[in-house]
């Protein structure tokens, strides 16, 4: 079953090759959560926390593959939005996109949220309210700004910042690694069930972005094939990264650690006293690139529901000169930055990491169902082996993580889901 692309499609400018996507997807992925983590896990599930990363990587492999090969047949933009509105018609689509946008709206904030956290350690007039709004509101300003500018401008932006911001963190394992006591990683007792439940939200929302990272798929050259390389690059590197991290800062400080909100840098420091400083920035560095594409991404995610009539028609405008979706950007920042003034980081990745795996869990659904009917943009889609197999190792694998959210977190996905489908019903008259 082969799916048309909607005409304006032809408006956006395809930009993004494999390695400019996968680092496109690693620079959401390795955000602000990395950094603030290793402490709360620590906290969690004491020396056992270095497995979290890899349950956690065990779980997220099966799901990764299952968004390539979605990816690979719904090539327009919108990503988890296009994959359920191909597998399963418009009012699933919307679904898929309503959720998309909430876990990656939230997550925006909760990371914007942690920035100022980082530069409060550094500069305390950013732990008053007023220094916290201020800067909240000059990031916001600062990123939609650039991505008002053109996406070749906003790609390249990602592409600067991901190189800058990995290099401290793959230099901290690399050399850390020499530096651990192997008593700090010792478990001589292991948690309990429900600690490793928060746990894996947590990690969760650590290993989220992908599906904001793919919504700009109208912008990739050769999608059939890109999306799939660059999903499965960006992955493996991300899953040794985090892995490395956890253990060196694990191995370096043991029960210090635990609840420390700046680890990485503690982390650096014990390593080389200016270390901490030159983490902290690093840690500014990485989630201003996280803020960067996150609002990239979200504003197609906009875009694409209000091309296709799900929200406002303006939302799905390209602005023709920067043929840049202007009216998107500017909504998905501005309800960023509304979360982050009224909401702290830790809240936030619990909403948004809950919210992704009810959405993760949707998207192996829809690969299995485009896979059966073998829709497709494009002409060699990538195959899962197996049939449905690899999709239900992804739902049982969401299942269990969604298992351990609290009524107050589920309450918080449904409110924001029944709104989502008023919305959905409201707009009916202009579909």
Same mark, same amino acid.
């Given at each position: 079953?082969?799916?048309s692309?909607?005409?304006?499609?032809?408006?956006?400018?395809r930009?993004?090759g494999?390695?400019l996507?996968a680092?496109?997807i690693?620079?959401?992925i390795?955000?602000?959560?990395?950094?603030?983590l290793?402490?709360?896990l620590?906290a969690?599930?004491g020396?056992?926390a270095?497995?979290a990363?890899g349950?956690g990587a065990?779980?997220?492999?099966?799901?990764?593959?299952c +968004?390539?090969?979605?990816g690979?047949?719904a090539t327009?933009?919108?990503?988890?939005?296009s994959?359920g !509105?191909?597998? +399963?018609?418009?009012?699933a689509?919307?679904?898929?996109g309503?959720l998309?946008?909430?876990s990656?709206?939230?997550?925006c904030?909760?990371v914007?949220?942690? @920035? @100022?956290d980082?530069?409060? !350690?550094?500069?305390?007039?950013?732990?008053d *309210?007023l220094? !916290?709004?201020l800067l909240?509101?000059?990031?916001?300003?600062?990123?939609?700004?650039?991505n008002?500018?053109g996406v070749?401008?906003?790609?390249r932006a990602i /592409?600067v910042l991901a190189?800058?911001?990995?290099?401290?963190?793959?230099?901290l394992?690399?050399?850390?690694?020499? +530096?651990?006591?192997?008593?700090?990683?010792?478990?001589?007792?292991?948690?309990?069930?429900? $600690?490793?439940?928060?746990?894996?939200?947590?990690v969760?929302?650590?290993y989220?972005?992908?599906?904001?990272?793919l919504?700009p798929? &109208?912008?990739?050259?050769d999608?059939?094939r890109?999306?799939?390389?660059?999903?499965?690059?960006?992955?493996?590197f991300?899953i040794?990264?985090?892995?490395?991290?956890?253990? *060196?800062?694990?191995?370096?400080?043991?029960?210090?650690?635990?609840g420390d909100?700046?680890?990485l840098?503690s982390?650096a420091?014990a390593l080389?006293?200016p270390?901490?400083?030159?983490?902290?920035?690093?840690?500014?560095i990485?989630m201003?690139?996280?803020l960067?594409?996150?609002?990239?991404?979200?504003?197609r995610?906009?875009?694409?529901?209000g091309r296709? &009539?799900l929200?406002?028609?303006?939302l799905?405008?390209?602005h023709? !000169?920067?043929?840049?979706? $202007?009216?998107?950007?500017?909504? $998905?920042? &501005?309800v960023?930055?509304a979360?982050?003034?009224?909401g702290?980081?830790?809240?936030?990745?619990?909403?948004s990491?809950?919210?992704?795996?009810?959405?993760y869990?949707?998207?192996?659904?829809?690969?299995?169902?485009?896979?059966?009917?073998?829709?497709?943009? $494009?002409?060699?889609p990538?195959?899962l082996?197996? /049939?449905p197999?690899?999709?239900?190792?992804?739902?049982?694998a969401?299942g @269990?993580?969604?298992?351990?959210?609290?009524?107050?977190e589920w309450?918080a996905i449904?409110v924001?889901?029944?709104i989502s489908?008023?919305?959905?019903?409201?707009?009916?008259?202009?579909?």
């Amino acid at each position: 079953m082969t799916s048309s692309s909607p005409a304006n499609e032809q408006l956006l400018v395809r930009t993004f090759g494999t390695l400019l996507l996968a680092a496109a997807i690693v620079n959401i992925i390795v955000g602000g959560g990395i950094f603030a983590l290793p402490g709360r896990l620590a906290a969690t599930l004491g020396p056992a926390a270095p497995y979290a990363f890899g349950l956690g990587a065990l779980l997220m492999i099966p799901v990764v593959l299952c +968004f390539a090969a979605a990816g690979s047949r719904a090539t327009v933009t919108g990503g988890p939005y296009s994959y359920g !509105r191909e597998a +399963f018609g418009p009012f699933a689509g919307f679904g898929f996109g309503a959720l998309t946008w909430l876990s990656n709206v939230t997550g925006c904030a909760g990371v914007a949220a942690a @920035v @100022v956290d980082q530069a409060a !350690r550094v500069w305390p007039i950013f732990a008053d *309210t007023l220094g !916290r709004s201020l800067l909240l509101i000059g990031l916001f300003t600062l990123f939609a700004g650039l991505n008002l500018r053109g996406v070749q401008l906003g790609a390249r932006a990602i /592409g600067v910042l991901a190189a800058i911001k990995l290099t401290p963190l793959v230099l901290l394992v690399l050399l850390g690694i020499w +530096f651990i006591d192997p008593a700090q990683l010792s478990v001589p007792q292991w948690p309990e069930w429900k $600690h490793w439940g928060q746990a894996m939200v947590l990690v969760l929302f650590a290993y989220a972005g992908m599906e904001s990272a793919l919504v700009p798929t &109208g912008e990739v050259k050769d999608p059939g094939r890109t999306v799939p390389r660059a999903a499965l690059i960006a992955i493996l590197f991300v899953i040794a990264l985090y892995v490395g991290l956890q253990v *060196t800062a694990q191995g370096m400080l043991g029960a210090a650690l635990a609840g420390d909100k700046a680890p990485l840098a503690s982390t650096a420091g014990a390593l080389w006293a200016p270390g901490f400083t030159l983490l902290l920035i690093g840690a500014g560095i990485s989630m201003l690139g996280y803020l960067q594409g996150n609002i990239l991404g979200n504003s197609r995610l906009l875009y694409a529901l209000g091309r296709d &009539g799900l929200l406002p028609a303006a939302l799905g405008r390209v602005h023709p !000169r920067t043929r840049v979706p $202007h009216i998107g950007v500017i909504v $998905h920042a &501005g309800v960023a930055l509304a979360l982050a003034l009224s909401g702290d980081f830790a809240t936030l990745a619990l909403v948004s990491g809950g919210s992704v795996g009810l959405l993760y869990l949707l998207v192996c659904l829809a690969a299995w169902r485009l896979q059966r009917v073998d829709s497709r943009t $494009h002409e060699t889609p990538m195959h899962l082996p197996g /049939g449905p197999l690899i999709p239900l190792i992804g739902v049982a694998a969401m299942g @269990v993580i969604l298992a351990s959210l609290t009524a107050q977190e589920w309450i918080a996905i449904g409110v924001a889901l029944a709104i989502s489908a008023v919305i959905y019903w409201a707009s009916a008259p202009r579909r």
